[in-house]
């Protein structure tokens, strides 16, 4: 069972810093890390999931049975987190990802937020390099149903360019401008494979970490929840950031029991000092 420090523990935070320091690491985020930029995450209380089950809204079928309930939620989920901003533990994350440490952003979100953070530390120029892999596809992006088409939807403009002028609830369904084909979110949904690439290249950072960081997540979805496992089985740490008990827990070995923006600065912020007691 892992070392659970409800807190920031300073002798778990200078234990902690130290295996990160220096080594290789793998940050692991899920909806939680989102959670204080005002996105409500999956499975909690208030979750997206709350009003329907994952089933209804995030499968092939679902949107092949109901492409407009599907929208809507889309498209309301688009306009809400076009309102959010990336958090502490975001931009800590994308310091160390751009300032040569070896630290790579494996995010199952599809919020943008990593990449927001990443812009707003690197500069667009070098973002490419430090870009988080996101395992799960972008909320930002639609693509064709029929052909290749792709189109961003950047997150200022998302809650206009969709016609629905910011109301979730209206607007023509998206075609392809190429064939005419329905447009879709460009989204990983349940019973869909992951991009065969950003998996490998997950895996990749996974198997060779000294450590992976585990930042908000429940750790029920795969194949993504097997990142966390691949590090540890490959005899790295693994550290696991939630207020609550996850199902990662048999491959912890710290938990630290806090939230994402309060926790990640502290273990990897150069500047960051402990409030005195
Ligand atoms: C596939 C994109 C095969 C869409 C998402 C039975 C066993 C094992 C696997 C399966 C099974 N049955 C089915 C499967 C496979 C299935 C799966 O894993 N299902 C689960 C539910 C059992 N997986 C798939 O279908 C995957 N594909 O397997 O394909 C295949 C192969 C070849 C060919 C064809 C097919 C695809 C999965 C991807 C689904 N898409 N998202 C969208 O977003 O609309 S998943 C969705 O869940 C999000 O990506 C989300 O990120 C992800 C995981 O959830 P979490 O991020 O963990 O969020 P959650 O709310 O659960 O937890 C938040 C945590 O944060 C909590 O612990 C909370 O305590 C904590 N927290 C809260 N506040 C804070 C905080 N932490 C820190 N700070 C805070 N402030
Ligand atoms: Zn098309």
């Known amino acids: ?15 902690v810093r130290q295996a990160i320091e220096g080594g290789s690491v793998v940050a692991f985020t899920g909806a939680g890390v989102s959670a ?61 990802a751009t300032d040569g440490s070896r630290l790579t952003v494996v995010t199952q979100n599809v919020d943008g937020l990593h990449t927001q953070a ?24 639609d693509r064709c149903t029929a052909c290749t088409y792709q189109e961003e939807r950047v997150p200022s403009a998302a809650v206009d360019a969709d016609g629905a002028g910011g109301d979730p609830h209206s607007g023509p369904l998206p075609v392809c401008p190429s064939c005419g084909h329905m447009l879709r979110p460009d989204v990983v949904w349940f019973g869909e494979a992951l991009s065969r690439s950003t998996l490998d290249a997950a895996f990749e950072a996974a198997a060779t970490a000294d450590v992976c960081l585990v930042i908000g997540t429940s750790g029920v979805v795969f194949p993504a929840a097997q990142i966390p496992m691949i590090t540890h089985e490959r005899g790295g740490t693994v550290i696991d950031v939630n207020p609550t008990t996850t199902a990662l827990r048999s491959v912890a070995r710290y938990h630290i029991v806090g939230t994402a923006a309060e926790v990640v600065p502290a273990l990897l912020d150069a500047g960051w000092e402990h409030p005195v007691a």
Not at 1 to 15: H, I, K, W
Not at 56 to 70: I, K
Not at 129 to 135: Q, V
Request: aromatic content about 8%; hydrophobic content about 35%.
């Open 1 to 15: 069972m892992p070392s659970r420090t409800d807190g920031l523990d300073p002798g778990v935070v200078v234990e």
């Open 36 to 96: 204080e930029s005002g996105v409500p995450t999956f499975r909690g209380p208030g979750g997206l999931w709350r009003n329907h089950r994952p089933e209804d809204l995030a499968t092939p079928g679902a949107f092949a049975r109901d492409p407009e309930l599907v929208w809507e939620w889309y498209r309301w989920r688009r306009s809400l987190v076009a309102r959010c901003q990336p958090n502490a533990a975001h931009l800590a994350l994308a310091t160390r």
């Open 118 to 141: 990443t812009r707003a530390v690197a500069g667009d120029g070098r973002v490419e390099r430090a870009s988080p892999l996101e395992l799960h596809g972008s909320l930002f992006r």
